[in-house]
Protein backbone atom coordinates (compact mmCIF):
# COMPACT_ATOMS: atom_id res chain seq x y z
CA UNK A 1 0.00 0.00 0.00
CA UNK A 2 0.81 3.42 -0.21
CA UNK A 3 3.08 4.90 2.54
CA UNK A 4 2.88 8.14 4.45
CA UNK A 5 5.11 9.68 7.10
CA UNK A 6 4.50 11.86 9.89
CA UNK A 7 7.06 14.01 12.01
CA UNK A 8 7.70 14.03 14.72
CA UNK A 9 6.57 11.15 16.01
CA UNK A 10 6.31 12.18 19.66
CA UNK A 11 6.77 15.89 20.91
CA UNK A 12 6.68 17.16 24.61
CA UNK A 13 6.48 21.00 24.96
CA UNK A 14 5.63 23.35 27.53
CA UNK A 15 2.60 25.57 27.58
CA UNK A 16 1.84 28.11 25.13
CA UNK A 17 4.21 27.15 22.72
CA UNK A 18 3.57 26.08 19.34
CA UNK A 19 4.15 22.80 17.80
CA UNK A 20 4.05 22.06 14.22
CA UNK A 21 3.52 18.47 13.10
CA UNK A 22 4.43 17.06 8.94
CA UNK A 23 2.63 14.69 7.08
CA UNK A 24 4.14 13.54 4.12
CA UNK A 25 2.96 10.88 1.11
CA UNK A 26 6.11 9.06 0.19
CA UNK A 27 5.24 7.56 -2.95
CA UNK A 28 2.33 8.75 -4.65
CA UNK A 29 0.68 12.26 -4.76
CA UNK A 30 -2.07 13.45 -2.69
CA UNK A 31 -4.20 16.35 -3.33
CA UNK A 32 -6.45 15.66 -0.21
CA UNK A 33 -4.68 15.30 3.28
CA UNK A 34 -6.86 15.07 6.09
CA UNK A 35 -6.26 15.15 10.20
CA UNK A 36 -7.63 13.58 12.94
CA UNK A 37 -7.01 14.08 16.56
CA UNK A 38 -7.36 10.43 18.67
CA UNK A 39 -8.14 11.04 22.62
CA UNK A 40 -7.24 7.62 24.64
CA UNK A 41 -9.16 4.95 24.09
CA UNK A 42 -11.56 7.05 21.69
CA UNK A 43 -11.98 6.78 18.25
CA UNK A 44 -10.63 9.14 15.93
CA UNK A 45 -12.56 12.61 14.85
CA UNK A 46 -11.77 14.34 11.94
CA UNK A 47 -10.60 18.03 12.66
CA UNK A 48 -10.48 18.72 8.96
CA UNK A 49 -9.62 18.53 5.16
CA UNK A 50 -6.15 19.65 4.14
CA UNK A 51 -6.55 20.87 0.29
CA UNK A 52 -3.31 21.58 -1.99
CA UNK A 53 -2.89 25.05 -3.12
CA UNK A 54 -6.31 26.18 -1.02
CA UNK A 55 -7.18 26.97 2.64
CA UNK A 56 -8.43 23.60 5.13
CA UNK A 57 -11.91 23.27 5.40
CA UNK A 58 -12.34 22.59 9.23
CA UNK A 59 -14.99 20.48 10.82
CA UNK A 60 -17.26 21.68 12.91
CA UNK A 61 -15.94 23.01 17.07
CA UNK A 62 -12.20 22.54 15.46
CA UNK A 63 -10.66 26.22 15.62
CA UNK A 64 -8.94 27.16 12.89
CA UNK A 65 -6.43 30.03 14.62
CA UNK A 66 -5.40 27.52 17.05
CA UNK A 67 -4.99 24.26 14.50
CA UNK A 68 -2.97 25.96 11.57
CA UNK A 69 -3.15 23.42 8.38
CA UNK A 70 -0.92 24.47 5.14
CA UNK A 71 -0.93 22.03 1.98
CA UNK A 72 1.87 23.55 -0.07
CA UNK A 73 2.61 20.79 -2.66
CA UNK A 74 0.84 17.42 -3.51
CA UNK A 75 2.92 15.53 -0.57
CA UNK A 76 3.32 17.52 2.15
CA UNK A 77 0.80 18.82 4.63
CA UNK A 78 1.55 20.78 8.19
CA UNK A 79 -0.45 21.41 10.94
CA UNK A 80 0.58 23.67 13.73
CA UNK A 81 -1.38 23.91 16.69
CA UNK A 82 -0.53 27.81 18.15
CA UNK A 83 -0.13 28.12 21.92
CA UNK A 84 -0.82 24.78 23.21
CA UNK A 85 -2.30 24.09 26.08
CA UNK A 86 -2.08 20.68 28.06
CA UNK A 87 -5.88 19.83 27.30
CA UNK A 88 -4.53 20.00 23.60
CA UNK A 89 -2.29 16.85 24.36
CA UNK A 90 -3.43 14.16 22.24
CA UNK A 91 -2.43 11.54 19.33
CA UNK A 92 -2.80 13.63 15.96
CA UNK A 93 -3.08 11.55 12.86
CA UNK A 94 -2.82 12.56 8.95
CA UNK A 95 -3.70 10.78 6.09
CA UNK A 96 -3.84 11.00 2.33
CA UNK A 97 -6.01 9.85 -0.21
CA UNK A 98 -5.21 7.96 -3.35
CA UNK A 99 -7.07 8.86 -6.07
CA UNK A 100 -8.65 6.93 -9.17
CA UNK A 101 -10.02 3.52 -9.59
CA UNK A 102 -9.93 1.90 -5.74
CA UNK A 103 -8.99 4.87 -3.63
CA UNK A 104 -8.40 4.88 -0.30
CA UNK A 105 -6.97 6.93 3.02
CA UNK A 106 -3.50 5.73 3.70
CA UNK A 107 -2.59 7.22 7.63
CA UNK A 108 0.61 8.25 8.96
CA UNK A 109 2.07 6.83 12.05
CA UNK A 110 0.68 9.59 14.14
CA UNK A 111 2.22 11.84 16.48
CA UNK A 112 1.72 11.71 20.70
CA UNK A 113 2.04 15.17 21.68
CA UNK A 114 2.13 16.09 25.23
CA UNK A 115 1.68 19.48 26.42
CA UNK A 116 3.26 20.17 29.80
CA UNK B 1 -26.76 9.99 14.84
CA UNK B 2 -24.03 7.76 14.49
CA UNK B 3 -23.35 7.17 11.26
CA UNK B 4 -20.90 4.28 11.91
CA UNK B 5 -21.96 1.96 15.10
CA UNK B 6 -19.67 -0.81 16.41
CA UNK B 7 -21.65 -3.03 18.94
CA UNK B 8 -18.36 -4.93 20.44
CA UNK B 9 -16.52 -2.36 22.43
CA UNK B 10 -14.09 -6.06 23.20
CA UNK B 11 -13.62 -9.23 21.60
CA UNK B 12 -11.48 -12.31 23.03
CA UNK B 13 -10.93 -15.28 21.42
CA UNK B 14 -9.00 -18.08 21.12
CA UNK B 15 -6.49 -18.60 18.67
CA UNK B 16 -7.11 -19.96 14.99
CA UNK B 17 -10.51 -19.53 15.91
CA UNK B 18 -12.38 -17.22 13.32
CA UNK B 19 -13.95 -14.24 14.61
CA UNK B 20 -16.58 -11.33 13.41
CA UNK B 21 -16.74 -7.95 14.05
CA UNK B 22 -19.48 -6.12 13.87
CA UNK B 23 -20.28 -3.10 11.62
CA UNK B 24 -23.77 -1.46 11.31
CA UNK B 25 -23.76 2.19 9.00
CA UNK B 26 -26.49 4.70 8.15
CA UNK B 27 -26.56 6.82 5.03
CA UNK B 28 -28.96 7.50 2.21
CA UNK B 29 -26.15 7.72 0.05
CA UNK B 30 -26.60 5.94 -2.54
CA UNK B 31 -22.91 5.41 -3.50
CA UNK B 32 -20.35 4.93 -0.23
CA UNK B 33 -17.39 2.74 0.57
CA UNK B 34 -17.05 0.81 3.93
CA UNK B 35 -13.77 0.45 5.17
CA UNK B 36 -11.65 -1.66 8.26
CA UNK B 37 -8.59 -0.68 9.43
CA UNK B 38 -6.31 -1.83 12.04
CA UNK B 39 -4.81 0.02 15.10
CA UNK B 40 -2.37 -1.39 17.45
CA UNK B 41 -1.00 -0.41 20.52
CA UNK B 42 1.62 1.78 18.56
CA UNK B 43 -1.33 3.88 17.17
CA UNK B 44 -0.29 3.54 13.40
CA UNK B 45 -3.72 2.93 11.14
CA UNK B 46 -3.22 -0.24 9.01
CA UNK B 47 -5.59 -0.66 5.90
CA UNK B 48 -6.99 -3.73 6.50
CA UNK B 49 -10.20 -3.95 3.46
CA UNK B 50 -12.66 -1.64 1.46
CA UNK B 51 -15.81 -2.49 0.08
CA UNK B 52 -17.48 -0.37 -2.16
CA UNK B 53 -21.47 0.14 -2.13
CA UNK B 54 -21.84 -0.95 -5.79
CA UNK B 55 -19.51 -4.37 -5.71
CA UNK B 56 -22.02 -7.17 -5.81
CA UNK B 57 -19.07 -9.64 -4.36
CA UNK B 58 -18.12 -9.29 -0.74
CA UNK B 59 -14.56 -7.66 -0.72
CA UNK B 60 -11.55 -10.72 0.51
CA UNK B 61 -8.04 -9.40 1.72
CA UNK B 62 -6.00 -12.45 2.91
CA UNK B 63 -7.50 -13.87 6.19
CA UNK B 64 -9.85 -10.78 5.65
CA UNK B 65 -13.40 -10.90 4.32
CA UNK B 66 -16.12 -8.13 4.85
CA UNK B 67 -20.11 -9.85 5.20
CA UNK B 68 -21.77 -6.78 3.15
CA UNK B 69 -25.18 -6.83 3.45
CA UNK B 70 -26.59 -3.38 2.04
CA UNK B 71 -30.21 -4.35 2.99
CA UNK B 72 -29.41 -4.36 6.74
CA UNK B 73 -26.85 -1.73 6.35
CA UNK B 74 -23.89 -3.91 7.86
CA UNK B 75 -20.23 -4.47 6.81
CA UNK B 76 -19.36 -7.19 9.29
CA UNK B 77 -15.17 -8.07 9.37
CA UNK B 78 -14.55 -11.57 9.10
CA UNK B 79 -10.84 -12.68 10.46
CA UNK B 80 -10.61 -16.46 9.91
CA UNK B 81 -7.88 -18.77 11.79
CA UNK B 82 -7.18 -15.39 14.16
CA UNK B 83 -3.40 -14.98 15.29
CA UNK B 84 -1.91 -13.60 18.43
CA UNK B 85 -1.10 -10.73 16.56
CA UNK B 86 -4.31 -9.66 15.24
CA UNK B 87 -4.75 -8.56 19.09
CA UNK B 88 -5.61 -4.65 18.48
CA UNK B 89 -8.30 -2.05 17.69
CA UNK B 90 -10.58 -2.63 14.90
CA UNK B 91 -12.43 0.51 13.12
CA UNK B 92 -15.04 0.29 11.15
CA UNK B 93 -15.44 3.45 8.62
CA UNK B 94 -17.51 5.02 6.19
CA UNK B 95 -16.66 7.28 2.74
CA UNK B 96 -20.15 8.71 1.24
CA UNK B 97 -20.79 10.37 -2.25
CA UNK B 98 -18.53 10.72 -4.92
CA UNK B 99 -18.22 14.89 -4.95
CA UNK B 100 -16.50 16.91 -2.43
CA UNK B 101 -13.41 15.66 0.19
CA UNK B 102 -15.25 12.79 0.86
CA UNK B 103 -13.87 12.48 4.18
CA UNK B 104 -14.27 9.11 6.30
CA UNK B 105 -16.50 8.58 9.45
CA UNK B 106 -15.06 6.29 12.18
CA UNK B 107 -17.15 3.72 14.31
CA UNK B 108 -16.35 3.95 18.44
CA UNK B 109 -13.74 0.46 17.51
CA UNK B 110 -13.43 -2.65 18.83
CA UNK B 111 -11.02 -4.30 21.03
CA UNK B 112 -10.24 -7.65 19.99
CA UNK B 113 -7.86 -9.55 22.05
CA UNK B 114 -6.32 -12.94 21.14
CA UNK B 115 -5.69 -15.62 23.65
CA UNK B 116 -3.29 -18.38 23.26
Known amino acids: GAVVSQHPSRVICKSGTSVKIECRSL??????MFWYRQFPKQSLMLMAT?????????EQGVEKDKFLINHASLTLSTLTVTSAHPEDSSFYIC????????????FGPGTRLLVL | AQKITQTQPGMFVQEKEAVTLDCTYD???????LFWYKQPSSGEMIFLIY??????QNATEGRYSLNFQKARKSANLVISASQLGDSAMYFC?????????????FGQGTRLTINP
Open chain 2, 27 to 33: TSDQSYG
Open chain 1, 95 to 106: SARTSGAGETQY
Open chain 1, 50 to 58: SNEGSKATY
Open chain 1, 27 to 32: DFQATT
Open chain 2, 51 to 56: QGSYDE
Open chain 2, 93 to 105: AMREGLQGAQKLV
